[in-house]
C-alpha cells in the first residue's frame, strides 16, 4: 500500500524504540562510542528522549531529509547528523548534537532508523519492514546493553526548550501548556463536561480529557514541525 505524505495522514510507524536509564547518564560520550561501534550504518542514530515528539514530526524531518539528499544541499557529511540537525531546527551541526543528541544528565533517549526512499517521488512513505528493524533495533540493544521499551513518542514542554523552540518561561509555551490543566479545571466546576477553549466546539462527557488531550499533543507536535522547517534559518 503505497503511503503519501499529504496532510501526514495514515502514515506507517516511523521506526523509532525509546530507551529508559535506570539513571540520568553519566558517560553520554562512552555510551554514543558503544553504539556507533553497534550500530549497522548511518541509517541508525540516537536522540535526546524529549526531541521526539510523534510520527507525524519523525516522518517530517525524513521528507526534509531526503529533500536536501535529492538536491545535493545536506550541510551533514552524514544522513545521521543531518536528520539529528533537522530536528534540532538548526543549520549548526554542533548545536544540533547539543540539542537533540544524547548529552550527560538526560534520562531516556530513542533509537531511530531512517528507512531508504523507495521512490524518487518526494512525497512518497516507504514500505517498512518493521519485523525486520524490531529484530536489528534488538541486536544494537543487546550489543550496547540497553532495554528496548514499547513507549509512544509525545510532545513535551521540555522538548520544545530542549530544541529551543521556546525558551523557559516564555508565557506562550506556558498558556500552550496549560490550556489542559485549564479544562480539567474547568470541566471538574461543570460537573464533567467542559468547553474546549480555543479548540472548536464543546466535549461532553467522559470522552472530554481525551478529545482534549489529543487536541493539545497535536498543537504542540505542530511546533516540532514548524522547527524543522526552520533548520536552514536558524543557527
Given amino acids: 500500500m503505497e503511503h503519501r505524505a499529504v496532510g501526514m495522514g495514515g502514515q506507517p510507524t516511523f521506526p ?17 562510542t558503544a553504539f556507533l561501534k553497534a550500530r549497522f550504518d548511518d541509517s541508525w542514530l540516537l536522540l535526546t528522549s524529549t526531541a521526539v515528539a510523534g510520527n507525524r514530526q519523525l ?18 557529511v552524514g544522513q ?12 549548526h551541526i554542533s548545536q544540533g548534537f547539543r540539542r537533540a543528541g544524547l548529552c550527560d544528565g538526560d534520562e531516556g533517549a530513542w533509537l531511530v532508523h531512517l528507512p531508504s526512499a523507495d521512490t524518487e517521488e518526494v512525497d512518497v512513505l516507504p514500505e517498512l519492514d518493521l519485523a525486520m528493524l524490531e529484530q536489528r533495533a534488538q541486536k544494537i540493544a543487546v550489543d550496547c546493553g540497553f532495554t528496548l521499551t514499547d513507549a509512544k513518542p509525545q510532545p513535551t514542554a521540555a522538548g520544545l526548550v530542549r530544541l529551543g523552540v521556546f525558551v523557559e518561561g516564555d508565557p506562550v509555551l506556558a498558556e500552550l501548556t496549560g490550556k489542559a490543566e485549564d479544562g480539567d479545571a474547568e470541566e471538574e466546576a461543570n460537573g464533567g463536561s467542559a468547553e474546549v477553549s480555543g479548540f472548536g466546539e464543546a466535549a461532553e462527557g467522559g470522552h ?3 478529545e482534549r488531550d489529543i487536541r493539545e499533543e497535536i498543537l504542540l507536535e505542530d511546533f516540532f514541525i514548524g522547527h524543522i522547517h526552520t533548520s536552514d534559518l536558524h543557527g
Fill in 59 to 76: 516522518w517530517s524531518a525524513w521528507l526534509a531529509l531526503r529533500q536536501r539528499a535529492r538536491n545535493d544541499s545536506m550541510r551533514s
Fill in 208 to 210: 472530554g480529557g481525551v
Fill in 80 to 91: 545521521d547528523g543531518e536528520f539529528l540537525r533537522l530536528i534540532a531546527g538548526t543549520h
Fill in 16 to 32: 523509532a524504540w525509546s530507551i529508559e536509564f535506570s539513571a540520568p547518564i553519566a558517560d553520554s560520550g562512552g555510551f554514543i
